[in-house]
């Protein structure tokens, strides 16, 4: 059975960092294409950022370019979102995400809360 977990949420004033944490069960991360995506309150999703199998490759939405970081340890099978200055726009449920470029087999997390407020 394949688990996305992700943590590391919470509350966190303007200005503010947290980490976000995806460990994986179940697959190798290794071979997927990693993205973090958010959905705020009364809002879609919105893919906030993506980093291929061996880490060599980032990408960022540019709300976040120069915010956040993401990177991975694919010896222990985990994600992460480096998030700071954040902002009350950054308020949202945020989603990892797994997925297999060839194959295009997909997996989700059950998302963890970021909420920004002073």
């Known amino acids: 059975q394949v688990q996305l977990v992700e943590s590391g949420g919470g509350l966190v004033q303007p200005g503010g960092s947290l980490r976000l944490s995806c460990a994986a069960s179940g697959i190798s991360i290794s071979i997927y294409t990693m993205n973090w995506v958010r959905q705020a309150p009364g809002k879609g999703l919105e893919w906030v950022s993506r980093?291929?199998?061996?880490?060599?490759?980032?990408s960022y939405t540019d709300s976040v370019k120069g915010r956040f970081t993401i990177s991975r340890d694919n010896a222990k099978n985990t994600l992460y979102l480096q998030m700071n200055s954040l902002n009350p726009e950054d308020t949202a449920v945020y989603y990892c995400?797994?997925?297999?470029?060839?194959?295009?087999?997909?997996?989700w997390g059950q998302g963890t809360q970021v909420t920004v407020s002073s």
């Open positions: 995400n797994a997925r297999h470029s060839i194959s295009g087999a997909e997996y």
């Open positions: 980093i291929n199998s061996d880490g060599t490759s980032t």
